[in-house]
């Protein structure tokens, strides 16, 4: 009895060092990160959205998004001002492709990831069991079930479909403003760069440390909220 | 706001339910080993409680698992969550908690039963013998390490939830605690309550026992659910704001102040001391009291799932 | 028996009058506007069938475009609704703005509020028509809608 104790509180102590040991090994990976060419990110200028939808329909087009569920929805709250000189706020609601992406830190198959090329966040629909667990940890509300694969989807920069033809995310394109600019913030000469450095820009829920990519130009308040 | 349906809202009450379940069967395993070690050694197989636990436990973890998987999306895919593991995710390092504990949990009650088992198997099957004498001689590792496993089990059902920096209330250093603490009270109950549904003695030692460490153990509650709040309240923010939504005025309020903090905690609590103070164990005085207790720990499980996913940081 | 006739009777002519008031409710009378002393002239632009046209509102033609005064002969004080209008856009609006109530039109649909200065309620509405085109738009449509004046070169 006394030896067999002592052999188990040997083994145990065995384990725990060797499961302490182990995030070591895991970090080696961050040399990758920092060769990564491309980290895709998108700006929306509120000051020029219209709050046309459009889109939200060339997302739903292009993605095959069915009918009741959507990658990105414009929000609208107003009016402010009184009437006839009114005016809203459109603010853009969908996946803001977080560096330390919470859905990504607790998928527990790893459907879940961040393509290790661009930074973007994306899903492996056939390795998602559909546990919801990502849908809750999501801070921005940007993720859904999809009623067609069960899987959990949400924006994906048009990654599958735009992005692989050379072309720009669905929903730049279809923008009549030009209020959405999407591109690499590796580039220093790309247009995302130029209006990140002219502009002063939000992004939502910084204090959570998920560093999220969707940068906000936003319009002139509405009113005053303490 | 309505209590059950709000648009934050992502988990429902089978994951409450599935919590509750899997802090069962931890914390009957818990107090199975407790019971052995502490007050009948190796008459633990004869006795009613320790005979209940063994049911109850296993019974409980694949109930729950069961519940779990249904409430997948697919869930003719659960397979791809034992194979694709994620080490950032306490979901997936619960599985494997989950896993581990279950084959601990298998053998150890193999090697408490060990005689009825090798009786009933001697004749025909031989290697049954074999295979539980060499199970036999791990004892001190497999109960050890089920000790470890049933404690990592309870406290991850608290570690799933507070694994969430979105919900200021779930991202709580002190939940996986609670849960822990009231698994296990919840496990002492079902031991208890199977106990005497088995004939189990009500003034039997198994019951005080259990009941003697159970005061403490509801005390304990008590004040961790005291530092959870408080500790929300004096964060301030959101947290505030999550704490006051939860336990004010409301559906919720109502099922934390009467639900847990009376039923499930103070009167259990109540009737151990008085059973304790006069030795007066009845079946129906420790049945209800389990009743009680395992009610209390439902709603407990329920109100933090709901009121936790209610207000957003 | 008596009582089984008197239902059966009774049911026939529910039946019969839900029937006719459906009749009724079909044939929309539009005499009025389309008997006014206008159409004498404006046969060819076709008759007003829009909701508008219809003989409860107590409308003429003379309700929106004015009193006929100078017309034919120019120049004439009648109001034109159009974009190539010479009248301003606040002007054009204001005919519609005697029945219609801004808080009303703004809970019905937000970019009332938004184009309320900016633009005329024909430039989206149509009243002659038996349809308003506007009022049926599919969401696809109804953004292209907006980018007939939102849109800016790349």
């Known amino acids: 009895m006394e030896n067999s104790r002592r052999d188990f509180l040997r083994r145990t102590c065995a384990l725990v060092a060797g499961v302490s040991v182990s995030p070591f090994a895991v970090n080696g990976t961050t040399d990758a ?14 000051t020029k959205c219209i709050g046309c939808n459009a889109c939200v329909e060339a997302c739903r087009e292009t993605n095959h998004v069915p009918e009741g569920v959507t990658r990105l929805s414009i929000e609208k709250t107003g009016p402010y001002g009184e009437y006839p000189n009114q005016y809203y706020h459109f603010t853009r ?3 803001e492709h977080c560096e330390d992406a919470p859905c990504v830190n607790v998928c527990p198959t790893g459907a879940a990831y961040i393509d290790k090329q661009t930074g973007i966040v994306s899903v492996h629909a056939d390795k998602c069991v559909g546990c919801q667990y990502c849908l809750l940890a999501c801070p921005y509300e940007a993720r859904f ?5 069960k899987a959990a989807d949400k924006c994906d920069f048009c990654q599958e479909t735009n992005l692989k033809q050379g072309k720009q995310p669905a929903c730049v394109e279809a923008c009549p403003t030009n209020a959405l600019v999407f591109g690499n913030l590796k580039d220093p000469d790309s247009l995302i760069v130029a209006t990140l450095k002219a502009n002063s820009t939000q992004r939502n829920k910084q204090d959570l440390g998920t560093r999220p990519k969707l940068f906000r130009i936003t319009a002139k308040p509405g009113e005053i909220s303490l | 706001m309505s209590a059950f349906h709000f648009d934050s809202l992502v988990w429902h009450w089978p994951i409450a339910i599935y919590l509750f379940l899997a802090g069962v069967s931890a914390g009957a395993m818990f107090f199975a080993v407790l019971l052995k070690h502490a007050c009948l050694k190796d008459q633990a197989y004869r006795s009613g409680f320790v005979q209940a636990a063994c049911i109850v436990a296993p019974i409980a973890v694949l109930a ?13 895919e659960f397979w791809k969550i034992l194979i694709f593991y994620n080490p950032t995710s306490v ?6 908690v989950l896993m581990i504990y279950q084959v601990f ?6 090697i408490t039963f060990r005689k009825p088992i090798e009786d009933w198997c001697r004749p025909r099957y031989e290697f049954v013998t074999k295979l539980s004498e060499k199970l036999a001689h791990y004892e001190a590792s497999v109960t050890g390490l089920l000790i470890i496993f049933s404690v990592a089990l309870g406290a991850y059902t608290g570690f799933l939830l507070s694994a969430q920096p979105r919900f200021p209330m779930l991202n709580n250093p002190v939940l996986p605690l609670l849960f822990l603490a009231s698994g296990l009270s919840s496990g002492a109950a079902s031991a208890l309550l199977g106990g005497v549904l088995l004939k189990g003695n009500p003034t039997g030692k198994e019951v005080q026992f259990i009941h003697k460490v159970e005061i403490p153990l509801i005390l304990g509650e008590i004040f961790l659910v005291f530092t959870f709040f408080a500790g929300l309240i004096l964060s301030g923010g959101q947290s505030k704001m999550a704490a006051f939504t939860a336990i004010g005025e409301g559906f919720w309020g109502w099922v934390f102040w009467f639900g847990i903090m009376g039923l499930g905690l103070s009167a259990p609590l109540a009737m151990n001391l008085f059973m304790t103070a006069t030795s007066k164990r009845t079946f129906s005085y420790v049945a209800g009291t389990a009743c009680l207790s395992l009610l209390g720990v439902i709603l407990l499980r329920n109100f933090i799932l709901y009121t936790g996913q209610m207000t957003v940081s | 028996m008596s009582r089984i006739n008197w239902l059966l009777m009774l049911s026939v002519s529910v039946l019969s009058l839900a029937l006719m008031s459906q009749q009724a409710h079909c044939n929309d ?17 076709g008759k007003m069938q829009g909701h508008h046209a219809l003989d409860e509102l107590n409308l003429s033609c003379s309700s929106c475009h004015g009193e006929k005064g100078n017309h034919p002969k120019k120049p004439n004080d009648l109001m034109v609704f159009s974009a190539d209008s010479d009248f301003a856009v606040a002007t054009q609006n204001q005919v519609c703005l005697t029945c219609h109530i801004p808080k009303k039109l703004a809970d019905t649909e937000w970019t009332h509020n938004v184009h309320a200065q900016k633009v005329a309620c024909s430039a989206c509405h149509q009243l002659h028509p038996q349809t308003d085109r506007i009022m049926t738009l599919t969401t696809k449509q109804r953004s292209d809608e907006c980018q007939r004046c939102h849109s800016v070169q790349r």
């Open chain 2, 64 to 76: 729950g698992l069961g519940i779990l998987v249904l409430d997948l999306t697919k869930p003719f």
């Open chain 1, 33 to 46: 990160e920092t060769e990564q060419a491309i980290k895709y990110a998108i700006i929306h200028d509120e």
């Open chain 1, 93 to 95: 609601h969908s996946c």
């Open chain 3, 29 to 45: 009378s539009t005499e009025q506007i389309n008997n006014d002393s206008c159409m004498k002239c404006h046969k060819r632009n």
């Open chain 2, 105 to 110: 949990m298998f053998a150890w009650i193999a």
């Open chain 2, 91 to 96: 979901m997936s390092l619960g599985v494997v």
């Open chain 1, 145 to 149: 079930i999809n009623p067609v694969t």
